[in-house]
């Protein structure tokens, strides 16, 4: 990819400032290949030379770790001299940040090297790698992302979490209470200030559950034939979610399992492909969908083992991969089956779609949508046989798994391979600098001494 990447035009920034003429503060938000949005905070008058010349961050913020900190094994800190790359501010991005102020607005950006050329390592340039293939082929995917969270009450360094009081009762949440609309009613406060501010910013979310835990709740975001923006939605999406429960007092996480004896949280990405004509070709009168259809979940199956490290990312991610609580724990798949991690879904033939369920909320939506497609257009291209679907329990019948997936973080860790089918998708040295910072993380991981080896090992040592 040589030409910049979507970036954003004059037009558009001269038409948001007329339209908010008291925002002073913008932020310029940059996704790394793992963990938050990082960036700078700039005033008003500095968003002029940006969009007309970019904005200047170090290319050594793609391959932070999870807490922010360097990951100098990737060789682009010292042995560079750390860079320089240029943000371009990406078209249809520039919206406000109302949960601080009406005077505060963000934008996602892509870095770009100097010459003006994406940067290879940018989640978002990788993904638009794996999407010129299907545009190649004439297709194009039609993709949507859920989301499940906790609310929790704000926590001082070193304490666990607690699911969060209601402002409206002064209820502690205690109980599944799945589905139930007490749940949403004592948050409410909170929640409608969330849409409101997915509102402002133009993202698609849809219907709220209370989910299976107390305190956990879903939002899904509406489908898009455009899995560019989906990813850019999702990002947007979980800060939101997070800025909006700090202004109420509380604290949102994505984490994949926060607490002990609890289902996890999941991001399922729903997934179909549409032919020239806007036709979805797994749409069939047949619940399993099309032989394109079964084609892909192949493709995704074959594919999950490298892709793990993406999928669950960090060292809490693998402690939601427990039977029976709707984290899949083999590459199944089946139609109507929340057991799967494949899941052909209900409905009209004209909407038939896979649910992938095996991501953990705290997955990079970009590289996570990436990995996911790059198996549907493996499985397109290569015409593989999943083998019968699976009915009734998944996790009591892990022998008729299309592959078989990594069991442990250092596992997955090891499975992303620069020279495997992944890496022809996603590009070698973006995998090699994901597994780089993944063993990273793990040994600064496994230099910590948790309470609980004291607890279990002290006395009895």
């Not at 008003?44 to 940006?50: D, T, V, W």
């Not at 984290?327 to 494949?342: I, K």
Request: proline share 7%.
């Amino acid at each position: 990819m040589t030409q910049p990447l979507h970036v954003s035009t004059q037009a558009e920034l001269d038409a948001f400032l007329d339209a908010h003429p008291t925002m002073k503060f913008f932020d310029v938000m940059v996704q790394p290949l793992f963990g938050p949005l990082r960036g700078k905070r700039v005033l008003r008058h500095e968003m002029a030379g940006i969009w007309k010349s970019g904005r200047f961050l170090p290319g050594s913020i793609l391959v932070v770790d999870n807490t922010g900190a360097d990951c100098e094994a990737t060789g682009l800190v010292w042995e560079t001299g750390d860079v320089d790359r240029v943000v371009r501010p990406t078209a249809g991005t520039l919206a406000p940040a109302p949960w601080l102020g009406d005077d505060v607005g963000q934008f996602i950006g892509s870095l770009h090297t100097l010459d003006n050329v994406p940067d290879e390592l940018d989640p978002r340039v990788i993904l638009q790698g794996v999407l010129d293939r299907f545009t190649a082929d004439r297709l194009t995917p039609d993709v949507a992302c859920e989301l499940e969270f906790y609310l929790c009450d704000q926590r001082a360094n070193g304490t666990a979490p607690k699911p969060a009081r209601s402002p409206v009762t002064g209820f502690v949440p205690f109980a599944a209470e799945t589905n139930g609309f007490r749940e949403l009613d004592d948050q409410m406060p909170y929640l409608r200030d969330l849409y409101a501010a997915a509102e402002a910013q133009g993202l698609p979310i849809e219907a709220m559950i209370a989910e299976i835990s107390p305190g956990q709740l879903e939002i899904g975001l509406d489908h898009r034939p455009d899995a560019l923006r989906v990813a850019d939605d999702a990002v947007m999406f979980k800060r939101l979610v997070k800025g909006v429960a700090v202004a109420h007092g509380m604290e949102a996480t994505f984490m994949a399992k926060p607490f002990m004896g609890l289902p996890g949280s999941g991001m399922h990405i729903h997934v179909s492909v549409l032919d020239d004509k806007g036709t979805n070709i797994f749409g069939a009168d047949d619940p399993q969908g099309t032989p394109a259809l079964r084609h892909a979940v192949w493709g995704m199956a074959h594919l999950m083992p490298q892709s793990m490290g993406i999928f669950a990312p960090n060292a809490n991610s693998w402690r939601r991969f427990v039977g029976q609580a709707y984290a899949p724990t083999a590459a199944t798949w089946g139609v109507n089956n929340r057991t799967v991690s494949l899941r052909v879904t209900a409905g009209p033939a004209s909407s038939r779609h896979i649910e992938h369920r095996i991501c953990g909320a705290d997955a990079p939506p970009h590289l996570a949508l990436a990995a996911v497609l790059a198996g549907v257009h493996h499985g397109l291209t290569h015409k593989g046989d999943p083998g019968p679907a699976i009915e009734g329990d998944a996790y009591s019948q892990t022998d008729k798994a299309i592959t078989r997936l990594p069991r442990s973080w250092d596992a997955a860790i090891e499975a992303l391979a620069d020279d495997g089918i992944l890496a022809s998708y996603l590009g070698s040295r973006a995998v090699r600098m994901m597994r780089i910072i993944k063993e990273t993380e793990r040994d600064r991981h496994m230099a910590e001494i948790p309470v609980q080896d004291f607890d279990w090992g002290f006395r009895n040592a």
